[in-house]
């Protein structure tokens, strides 16, 4: 049959070496696609290919003496991790210690893969933006523990084979702190009864006075909650825990006043990168969203405008950061939410931006409709009514499926869900980009 010959010897080659010890392989890796397609379209480019990309790998470390005590066999473990579709077994042990290495190398599913996240099937229309609400919610009603009369402003995220989250829990004397919850489901919520105790670097008591809206965010090995409470005004807090069993406080990373404080999952050209709302310290009526850097999460700079609010009534009063961003082909597509200053009050509805890869404070794409707004009861009525504020989504890479978890009246967690093609495509065709938006938010 006919064959296509594309390798010639009288064509010039270039090799360019990429190197950034601050940078881990998977960061280097996406400079180098990035790269890649910048030279692509560079006139008589024809190929470019990657060398020497290091391949995930995954170490699993297994005592040989518990092991034992389990009386369970190396081969056993082993062909536990074969039966896991997830990975190709390419199996290794070294038994020269007292500690047996297994080595899985290969392809397997990405870690962003969340097979058993919450999920229903939505209309085959939509009159306004693709986005539907869970057919049970709300998912978390009233006097969800004892003395916590409301949990609502609330993330959650996937943990082992099951979620986790930070809640925020009203007491019943009215002040709001930060409780954990546990699901199979993602839907159906077990909440410890004490609210989380926060402890300083040497391992002694260090509680916020008050603490509330939390976001939980993964960056590397470590799950970071972020927050706001009271230093000396309203101001953001932070925690990190690797286990959930020991959340050490972090410097607060704002001076007052400050609110909605939303980490990116991933470090950005070797910082840490996250989105805040500067405010006042009351009902703020004012808002726009910056972004700050870090390299280490204790200082804190390269602060940029991303974006305002906008003439568009719905968000024409403030607006301020939702969920951790996720990172699509397009750029990280943020929930945001956007807030409405009628006779009657706030109302507070979601919102949807892209925001450049490499350059977050660029909002590529804005999408000028809310993409969900107060409609429901548990919505329009509660504590605060006319408020829905999402601050968390689960995200299966694989499906493009998205779960939003979203505070309603100030009293209850709603579900909704969306795809990334949808939503992604919602907001390009909707999109209305102004002059500080798309500015690099330095002046
Ligand atoms: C904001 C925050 C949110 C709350 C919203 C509506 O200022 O306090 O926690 O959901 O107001 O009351």
């Known amino acids: 049959g006919p064959a296509i010959n594309d390798r010639f010897d009288d064509v010039y080659g270039t090799i360019y070496a990429l190197s950034g010890d601050e940078f881990s392989y998977e960061e280097k890796r996406q400079q180098a696609e990035n790269l890649k397609r910048q030279l692509l379209s560079v006139p008589n480019v024809k190929k470019i290919t990657l060398i020497g990309v290091q391949e995930k790998s995954l170490d699993i470390t297994i005592n040989k003496d518990k092991l034992a005590s389990y009386k369970v066999t190396v081969q056993q473990v082993l062909n536990a991790l074969k039966q896991q579709s997830a990975m190709v077994p390419a199996g290794m042990v070294n038994t020269d210690t007292n500690n047996v290495y297994i080595r899985v190398n290969g392809v397997f599913d990405s870690v962003d893969a969340v097979k058993n996240m919450p999920w229903q099937e939505g209309p085959a229309e939509f009159s306004g933006a693709p986005v539907w609400r869970y057919g049970e919610n709300p998912i978390i009603g009233r006097n969800p523990v004892k003395e916590v009369a409301r949990i609502f402003n609330s993330a959650v995220m996937p943990y082992g084979d099951e979620f986790i989250g930070v809640f925020r829990g009203e007491q019943t004397n009215g002040i709001p702190y930060i409780y954990l919850g ?88 070797g910082n840490f990168v996250m989105l805040s709302r500067p405010s006042d310290s009351g009902h703020t009526p004012f808002g726009d969203i910056f972004l700050s850097e870090s390299p280490d999460m204790l200082y804190w700079g390269k602060h940029r405008h991303v974006m305002s609010k906008s003439p568009e009534w719905w968000e024409s009063l403030k607006i301020g950061g939702g969920a951790a961003p996720i990172e699509t082909n397009e750029g990280w597509l943020l929930f945001y939410h956007g807030v409405s200053g009628t006779c009657n009050g706030y109302v507070y509805s979601i919102g949807g931006a892209i925001l450049d890869k490499e350059n977050p404070s660029i909002v590529k794409y804005r999408c000028q409709n809310f993409l969900l707004t107060p409609e429901e009861w548990y919505e329009e009525r509660g504590f605060v009514p006319n408020v829905t504020f999402p601050c968390a989504t689960i995200h299966d890479a694989e499906t493009g499926k998205i779960a939003i978890y979203y505070g309603a009246a100030d009293t209850y967690v709603g579900l909704a869900f969306t795809t990334v093609d ?9 999109s209305v980009v102004r002059e500080s938006d798309t500015e690099i938010g330095r002046r």
């Open 182 to 269: 546990r699901s199979k489901d993602a839907i159906h919520w077990n909440f410890d009864e004490n609210k989380i105790q926060f402890v300083d670097e040497e391992g002694k008591p260090f509680m916020p006075v008050y603490a509330y809206d939390p976001r939980l965010v993964k960056v590397e090995d470590t799950y970071y909650i972020i927050w706001c409470q009271d230093f000396y005004g309203a101001a953001i807090g932070m925690a990190k825990t690797k286990d959930f069993e020991t959340f050490v406080r972090v410097e607060n990373p704002f001076l007052p006043f400050n609110r909605n404080a939303v980490l990116f999952p991933r470090k950005i050209n």
């Open 422 to 430: 949808l939503i992604v495509d919602y907001i390009k065709k909707n």
